[in-house]
């Protein structure tokens, strides 16, 4: 199973982040963000989630060890019991994903779920989107789904590849990345 985001089919309902404060582990709070990409000119959103990368940058950078990355590739948020509130992560994350809690002088990310999806339930934020937006679900299935689009996995940023767990629908046929 993979997640995957069609940023197209994002209707900014925000029903997303409402299932995600819901999640006990989060603390009543969102990890799933949704923007307005330029709101005096649209109504086009974006979400924002943990990409999950395979050689996460927040966890390489924590001096505390907090952040780990689980044999399944799930990027786990910061131990409660070892994070120092240093922020490094919050500045290495090429996706500006996570975000310090400055009440519980935490960082708090997304983690997929892992309560859910280590047994075999979706994300709480794919469960929900009414047009998924979000969906989590095999490759095969995602393909007859969106039969003109492909999931991308892969992001450069300068002379840096990202190999992600999280994949992004983009049309068939645009191309952005050569990865070497």
Do not use: W
């Not at 924002?48 to 940058?57: D, G, I, Y």
């Not at 309560?115 to 095999?138: E, I, W």
């Amino acid at each position: 199973m993979e997640f995957f985001i069609d940023m197209q089919r994002c209707i900014g309902c925000n029903a997303c982040e409402m299932a995600c404060a819901e999640c006990e582990t989060n603390g009543q709070e969102s990890m799933i963000h949704i923007h307005y990409v330029d709101r005096p000119f649209s109504v086009q959103t974006t979400v924002q989630v943990c990409m999950h990368c395979e050689e996460p940058a927040c966890a390489n950078v924590c001096p505390a060890d907090a952040i780990t990355l689980g044999a399944d590739g799930i990027v786990h948020t910061a131990k409660t019991s070892h994070c120092i509130g240093c922020s490094n992560c919050v500045l290495a994350c090429p996706f500006g994903v996570p975000k310090k809690s400055d009440t519980k002088e935490l960082m708090m990310k997304c983690n997929m779920c892992y309560d859910r999806t280590s047994v075999g339930k979706k994300p709480m934020c794919a469960t929900v989107c009414p047009s998924q937006a979000l969906y989590f679900g095999t490759r095969t299935e995602i393909a007859e789904k969106r039969p003109n689009s492909i999931p991308v996995n892969h992001f450069g940023f300068g002379n840096e590849n990202v190999k992600t767990k999280v994949n992004i629908m983009m049309p068939k046929g645009y191309s952005f990345l050569k990865v070497k």
